[in-house]
């Protein structure tokens, strides 16, 4: 799971700024110069040519500047993610009034951009004004009918993890500065809660248990781990100290909040919503689907690739010299057939102590083998394995996590989160079957290479800062499967990595029909785990896992399944034409930032077209 800037798609389950939307992008028209009076001794200057009036993509892309600039000082959070560090000090406003003044923001904002013709503009600049208008009437919807921050303290909690997050861990201008701004953040951290206690209301029971699990290790962070790196700067500590005082009593305070108060009263409904659903869906994958058609979609695949997976399996068996083949004539027989297989790859498992080395050989043997195979350009910025903060865990096992597009020196980690210290025997040896050494390449590959790690840094270089700031999920998603599959295509890690390979899709399958049966539906527990682990081969503890997901999150979860079917599809139109590369395919489609679907086939259209 990605952490990108995007309508979805983030590693947290917090609204990634769509509340904190920008002022206004209009600018005052500069002073004229008086004209001097004429006298006798001088003579009457010759008046100037008219100003040439300016363009409409001229005028857009002013005005697009103006927007990330204004945004970004109300969003100082995301503007550090982004690479902005002017704000690194700051916090949003998340109060009532702050939200009140973010919606004028919004509309004042729409209507300006509805003043630039659109058809004016080039075609790149006509997209990059649609993804600017798509964000904007999402973050309307957001502010008018989700409401997040009136029921959910992740979207809090959250909010302080992801705004310490990296001034701790990254390398962005001096360690002086960072600590400043990680002074100032602290500092402000009591604001959050209070208002955090003010509004919250009615949570779901799932949301306020995960909030209370994030906030201790937000206490432990800040109460342990921060003050070892506070003698770095001596002359910063007693403000630096002073600071973690102030946030370490905030969160406490707001983790008696979350256990006490708000625990209790937490019997508000995980599901959004048929409607809602519809709406927050059309969103996050950039495009108006049928939701039944499109979960249908999904069950299809899954059908399809449990199938592809008998042969997968029965090459296994045949190159591991497992014996005889068991019968094979009904679906029950191959499912039985498929399980036995992965049980026997999934023997060979890292540790807690093995888990980070694996992952770095794995990404050190995937980024050879693409180079090897020239399938993309790989990009010269560093990536490092790293564990996952205790802060971040309980969403997901990995994540990626890049450096915005406007930073001077990017970096990405590649996090993976190790069991809890206090997991029993028995779930740590479910956890692993899981994630095998055959998964955990699947794993690196859609995390890094080539993967998320890969294409976002194709992202950041992409001109327009506003396509670059505000991707598409679906296409960020969509990119790291299809990146599974090309590899498997290739023959990376052999049968074992291609068996998880069709297994991850069976997930991103059983996770589309999950978020459409959860949100749209009455999926209960014994649903959703009968599900993933019968039809999806998924371990108990993996399934769990994915159900709390589901009921923290909506809409998000289906961009990974509609990313790659729709990127599939175009690979599959482009590579039956005259003249198809491979490597320049791949490069063409990354230089276009991180667009939704319906601008990928256009632009892919327009490229046809020559």
């Given at each position: 799971?990605?952490?990108?800037?995007?309508?979805?798609?983030?590693?947290?389950?917090?609204?990634?700024?769509?509340?904190?939307?920008?002022?206004?992008?209009?600018?005052?028209?500069?002073?004229?110069?008086?004209?001097?009076?004429?006298?006798?001794?001088?003579?009457?200057?010759?008046?100037?040519?008219?100003?040439?009036?300016?363009?409409?993509?001229?005028?857009?892309?002013?005005?697009?500047?103006?927007?990330?600039?204004?945004?970004?000082?109300?969003?100082?959070?995301?503007?550090?993610?982004?690479?902005?560090?002017?704000?690194?000090?700051?916090?949003?406003?998340?109060?009532?009034?702050?939200?009140?003044?973010?919606?004028?923001?919004?509309?004042?904002?729409?209507?300006?951009?509805?003043?630039?013709?659109?058809?004016?503009?080039?075609?790149?600049?006509?997209?990059?004004?649609?993804?600017?208008?798509?964000?904007?009437?999402?973050?309307?919807?957001?502010?008018?009918?989700?409401?997040?921050?009136?029921?959910?303290?992740?979207?809090?909690?959250?909010?302080?993890?992801?705004?310490?997050?990296?001034?701790?861990?990254?390398?962005?201008?001096?360690?002086?500065?960072?600590?400043?701004?990680?002074?100032?953040?602290?500092?402000?951290?009591?604001a959050i809660v209070a208002v955090a206690k003010q509004r919250l209301a009615h949570a779901t029971r799932v949301e306020t248990e995960t909030a209370i699990q994030q906030t201790k290790g937000l206490i432990?962070?800040?109460?342990?781990?921060?003050?070892?790196?506070?003698?770095?700067?001596?002359?910063?500590?007693?403000?630096?100290?002073?600071?973690?005082?102030?946030?370490?009593?905030?969160?406490?305070?707001?983790?008696?909040?979350?256990?006490?108060?708000?625990?209790?009263?937490?019997?508000?409904?995980?599901?959004?919503?048929?409607?809602?659903?519809?709406?927050?869906?059309?969103?996050?994958?950039?495009?108006?689907?049928?939701?039944?058609?499109?979960?249908?979609?999904?069950?299809?695949?899954?059908?399809?690739?449990?199938?592809?997976?008998?042969?997968?399996?029965?090459?296994?068996?045949?190159?591991?010299?497992?014996?005889?083949?068991?019968?094979?004539?009904?679906?029950?027989?191959?499912?039985?057939?498929?399980?036995?297989?992965?049980?026997?790859?999934?023997?060979?498992?890292?540790?807690?102590?093995?888990?980070?080395?694996?992952?770095?050989?794995?990404?050190?043997?995937?980024?050879?083998?693409?180079?090897?195979?020239?399938?993309?350009?790989?990009?010269?910025?560093?990536?490092?394995?790293?564990?996952?903060?205790?802060?971040?865990?309980?969403?997901?096992?990995?994540?990626?996590?890049?450096?915005?597009?406007?930073?001077?020196?990017?970096?990405?980690?590649?996090?993976?989160?190790?069991?809890?210290?206090?997991?029993?025997?028995?779930?740590?040896?479910?956890?692993?079957?899981?994630?095998?050494?055959?998964?955990?390449?699947?794993?690196?590959?859609?995390?890094?290479?080539?993967?998320?790690?890969?294409?976002?840094?194709?992202?950041?270089?992409?001109?327009?800062?506003?396509?670059?700031?505000?991707?598409?999920?679906?296409?960020?998603?969509?990119?790291?499967?299809?990146?599974?599959?090309?590899?498997?295509?290739?023959?990376?890690?052999?049968?074992?990595?291609?068996?998880?390979?069709?297994?991850?899709?069976?997930?991103?399958?059983?996770?589309?029909?999950?978020?459409?049966?959860?949100?749209?539906?009455?999926?209960?527990?014994?649903?959703?785990?009968?599900?993933?682990?019968?039809?999806?081969?998924?371990?108990?503890?993996?399934?769990?896992?994915?159900?709390?997901?589901?009921?923290?999150?909506?809409?998000?979860?289906?961009?990974?399944?509609?990313?790659?079917?729709?990127?599939?599809?175009?690979?599959?139109?482009?590579?039956?034409?005259?003249?198809?590369?491979?490597?320049?395919?791949?490069?063409?489609?990354?230089?276009?930032?991180?667009?939704?679907?319906?601008?990928?086939?256009?632009?892919?259209?327009?490229?046809?077209k020559g």
């Amino acid at each position: 799971m990605v952490r990108a800037m995007a309508l979805s798609g983030s590693r947290s389950p917090r609204l990634l700024g769509v509340l904190l939307l920008a002022a206004a992008c209009s600018s005052a028209p500069p002073h004229p110069t008086p004209t001097p009076t004429p006298t006798p001794m001088t003579p009457v200057a010759t008046p100037p040519p008219a100003a040439r009036v300016a363009s409409a993509d001229e005028r857009f892309t002013a005005f697009a500047q103006q927007f990330l600039d204004a945004y970004l000082r109300r969003a100082p959070d995301l503007a550090t993610q982004a690479g902005e560090h002017r704000y690194d000090a700051a916090w949003p406003d998340v109060s009532v009034a702050g939200e009140a003044a973010d919606r004028a923001f919004v509309l004042e904002t729409r209507a300006a951009l509805a003043t630039i013709p659109h058809a004016e503009l080039s075609e790149q600049n006509q997209i990059d004004a649609d993804i600017l208008d798509d964000h904007l009437r999402y973050s309307l919807f957001v502010l008018d009918q989700l409401k997040p921050r009136d029921h959910d303290p992740l979207a809090y909690v959250g909010l302080i993890g992801d705004g310490l997050d990296p001034l701790i861990t990254r390398t962005f201008g001096t360690l002086d500065q960072r600590m400043a701004s990680l002074a100032g953040r602290l500092d402000g951290v009591p604001a959050i809660v209070a208002v955090a206690k003010q509004r919250l209301a009615h949570a779901t029971r799932v949301e306020t248990e995960t909030a209370i699990q994030q906030t201790k290790g937000l206490i432990d962070l800040v109460e342990t781990e921060l003050p070892t790196q506070f003698a770095a700067v001596p002359a910063r500590k007693d403000a630096l100290t002073a600071a973690a005082g102030h946030a370490a009593a905030a969160l406490r305070d707001l983790a008696t909040f979350l256990e006490k108060d708000l625990l209790p009263r937490s019997d508000g409904s995980f599901r959004l919503g048929r409607a809602l659903f519809t709406t927050k869906l059309g969103f996050a994958l950039g495009d108006e689907v049928d939701i039944d058609a499109f979960a249908a979609s999904a069950h299809a695949m899954l059908t399809a690739t449990q199938a592809e997976m008998v042969e997968t399996a029965r090459q296994i068996w045949t190159d591991d010299k497992l014996g005889k083949l068991p019968p094979l004539a009904t679906a029950a027989q191959q499912k039985a057939f498929v399980k036995q297989v992965l049980a026997h790859v999934a023997k060979d498992r890292p540790t807690n102590k093995t888990i980070l080395a694996d992952a770095k050989t794995w990404l050190d043997k995937a980024t050879a083998f693409v180079k090897a195979h020239d399938l993309v350009r790989v990009p010269d910025e560093p990536v490092a394995v790293i564990e996952m903060p205790e802060y971040k865990r309980g969403l997901a096992v990995a994540y990626c996590d890049s450096s915005g597009p406007l930073e001077a020196t990017p970096e990405t980690f590649y996090a993976i989160s190790p069991t809890p210290s206090d997991w029993p025997k028995q779930r740590v040896e479910s956890f692993y079957r899981e994630y095998n050494e055959s998964m955990l390449a699947e794993l690196s590959i859609h995390e890094a290479m080539p993967g998320h790690y890969l294409q976002l840094m194709h992202n950041n270089q992409f001109p327009s800062k506003v396509r670059a700031v505000f991707g598409s999920g679906p296409f960020v998603e969509g990119w790291a499967v299809y990146g599974e599959w090309l590899m498997a295509e290739k023959g990376f890690g052999g049968p074992r990595v291609k068996l998880q390979r069709q297994k991850m899709v069976l997930r991103l399958a059983a996770n589309a029909i999950l978020d459409h049966d959860v949100h749209a539906g009455t999926m209960d527990m014994d649903a959703a785990l009968a599900l993933m682990k019968d039809e999806a081969f998924q371990e108990d503890g993996e399934a769990v896992g994915k159900w709390k997901r589901a009921q923290l999150s909506s809409a998000q979860l289906s961009t990974y399944f509609y990313g790659f079917a729709e990127l599939l599809k175009l690979r599959r139109l482009a590579e039956v034409k005259p003249g198809f590369s491979e490597r320049a395919y791949h490069d063409r489609l990354l230089s276009w930032g991180s667009p939704a679907m319906k601008y990928v086939r256009r632009l892919l259209a327009s490229a046809a077209k020559g």
